[in-house]
């Protein structure tokens, strides 16, 4: 019984997810730690689970983080929230950090602070090797000019993703009114289609170049549970293709889980995939099933183009259009961006939207880079539907122009 029991509890690469998760949100949404674990002793998060975050981070070399993190527990340790780590085991992680920013005085006069502070055994913590390369360190200081301003939120930047974190926060996106205006959205009855005709999709433009299409009410909300209920046994961490050796591998770049779904599991499943090829009038023999992608608090996917995910496919094989199923509202986070084309599009429980990775020459078309931003607030459900290049020759024609 207990056994059960302990195999469900977090291990210690769980706890480890989760900082990174934690440190994922804080850098992309600019967040200062006490905002994220609340200002009473008795918040979720203990002195301990902050230092773990610090310690991750360091190792991570997010040192800016690392620093906010320290603050955060230090300022719970004078709150006299109940800790095994103690303030020693903060500050000489500090001196750490300092050290490897080449904040040397800063290191150096930490070091010296708990050398001299009596209570503590800190012979055994602090290698008289390590002050010594300190202080030889601060005498060739010349030149070195990579000081940190420790406690400042603002100098949360790191490298930017072809924007895609700035989107992620509202910003950047590049839609003008004028442009906005010759958006439109419709009823659509299709090619023909008796289930259109009886009744009409709610199409509408999200984004003009590339035509980015959002159906919406495309799902009920009874199929979304028969769909939710279906993966969940199935639900396993998401894997991503490895460009160079085309093996699929677990990454950083794309943390949910995610579940694969067949036509024969009910039909449910081949209902709502025959709504799929009505709306986009694309043949759905060759597309692969359907994929059911779960994030959680800080689940993401990085940029990526949807139809690279194994560069040695031939062309028929090939994701010529993605059909993206909302099949939840995020509370906060968890919009699709486009970094190169600056679009945003929030989850809207429901809906679809819809677009071709490849251009009518077969080329991939670089403006439908995409990622999925952190979810900050709550649990993302979607559905992917890829549709591939085979048997769409009559239904979307090719051209030789490289600009549709
Ligand atoms: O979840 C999203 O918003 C996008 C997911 C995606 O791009 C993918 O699974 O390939
Ligand atoms: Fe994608």
Redesign the pocket.
Known sequence: MLLSKTQLLPNENNLDGIAVAIIRLQELYRLDPKDMTGLESHSALSPDGCFHIAVIAHQNQQFQCAILWIQETMRKLHEGAEAVVTKENVLTLLTSIQFDVCNLHFALGVTQLLMHNDNLNLKTILQPAYTNSLIENIKNLDGMQHFITPFDTSALHRPMQNGYEALCRGQGIKMNPKRQKKLVCRYMTGEGSPQLIYAPAKEEEEWDEPLILRYHDIISLSEIEVIKRLSRPKLAR?KVSDPVTGKFVYTTV?V?K?AWLSNDESPVVARVNQRLADITGLDMNTAEEL?V?N?GIGGH?EP?Y?SMVANGLPFTEKRIA?V?LYMSDVEVG???VFPDIGAA?P?KRGSAVIWFNLLKSGEVDTRTL????PVFVGS?W?A?KWICCRGQEFRRRCTLSKSD
């Open positions: 998401a794309r949910s995610s994929q992608a994030y996917y990526h949807d993605t993206l968890g919009a699709t599009l989850p995409h990622a999925a931003c993302k979607v992917n």
